[in-house]
């Protein structure tokens, strides 16, 4: 007696199991990726709390925090805690002589230090946005950037002052003050808060230290070029992932056709409308910060206004709410 031979699929049947293999590959997409994205916001908060404790640390050795940044060009924060993300060769490396003087080998973009600005720092990079370099040099964009306070960091009078009260306001808007900002064209004018101002006015718990900016696109955009000056700090003047733009000091330094409804930008800038950078990320719904105190906070874009803004100054006073939902 013959046995009978096992059927063959017929095309129907192998369609419809190509087709539920799709439908599960489908649903089981957007767990993987969700996945994915938790452990990457994961990372990128870690990479916050150690540049905060380096920041620390750095306070420890020279009793201040760094200088935000040094005018456009000589040198900003991320020089200044390498040593304390465990970069200490790249800092080793830097030439920090010389600064504000006419030999431009002393710049980040200079021959003396370009082996460090061209390199890729992993503390500085959150793992959900995609590197990139500005213009065609190879200097690297990151995305975490220090407090520059309430408005355009550049307005402030006298620059960058925590104590007089003597604050410009822009659009009335004004800023009291932050734990970092830019000096001015002289080493003299160099400005370094200390911890304890912070805690003495408006706390280390509700002042913000470090939050994070998207990367510019296309190589033309410098936001996240934080190597200089003027794209190390952030500010609060708009609300993280604002729709509004950001101001760049000028057109050429902004590119809005790579990435327009999440980066938005304008330039250049002007009195009433100063260079300012939004808190922006890769992350859905907010952006994630770290408070004076080093710990991580996730803030999201719903925040209300003021609170944003009280969360950036360290002398203004305010009083935010332990149980404000950020």
């Known amino acids: 007696m013959q046995s009978q031979g096992r059927k063959a699929f017929t095309l129907v049947e192998l369609l419809v199991v190509i087709a539920i293999i799709g439908i599960l590959i489908g649903l089981l997409l957007p767990a993987v990726q969700a996945v994915r994205e938790a452990a990457r916001r994961t990372q990128c908060n870690n990479n916050l709390k150690q540049i905060a404790l380096g920041m620390h640390n ?6 201040s925090l760094p200088v935000g940044a040094y005018s456009c060009c000589w040198g900003t924060w991320l020089v200044a805690t390498l040593p304390y993300v465990e970069q200490k060769a790249l800092y080793d490396m830097y030439d920090n002589n010389e600064k504000f003087m006419g030999d431009v080998s002393f710049r980040y973009s200079g021959v003396r230090n370009r082996p460090v600005s061209t390199s890729r720092v992993p503390t500085y990079t959150c793992p959900s946005d995609e590197p990139q370099t500005a213009f065609s040099d190879g200097i690297t964009c990151h995305n975490y950037v220090v407090n520059m306070g309430t408005t355009g960091f550049v307005v402030r009078n006298p620059p ?35 911890i304890d101002h912070i805690t003495n006015q408006d706390g280390t718990s509700n002042t913000m230290m470090v939050s994070e900016v998207m990367q510019g696109k296309g190589g033309t955009d410098l936001r996240g070029f934080s190597w200089w000056g003027y794209a190390a700090g952030y500010e609060t003047y708009l609300l993280p992932n604002s729709s509004e733009p950001d101001v760049m000091q000028g057109a050429g330094y902004c590119d809005n056709t790579a990435d327009p409804k999440h980066m938005p930008c304008i330039g250049p800038q002007s009195e009433s409308q100063p260079m300012t950078t939004a808190a922006r990320s890769q992350h859905t719904g907010g952006v994630h910060t770290v408070m004076c105190d080093a710990s991580g906070r996730f803030v999201t874009d719903e925040i209300a206004l003021d609170v944003w803004r009280a969360l950036s100054t360290s002398n203004g006073r305010e009083i935010v709410d332990e149980d404000e939902d950020f």
């Open 58 to 63: 750095y306070q420890g050795s020279f009793n």
């Open 160 to 194: 960058g002052d925590v104590t007089s009260g003597a604050e410009k306001d822009v659009n009335g808007v004004k800023d009291f003050g932050a734990p970092f900002t830019i000096s001015g064209w002289t080493g003299i004018d160099a400005k370094a808060y200390k």
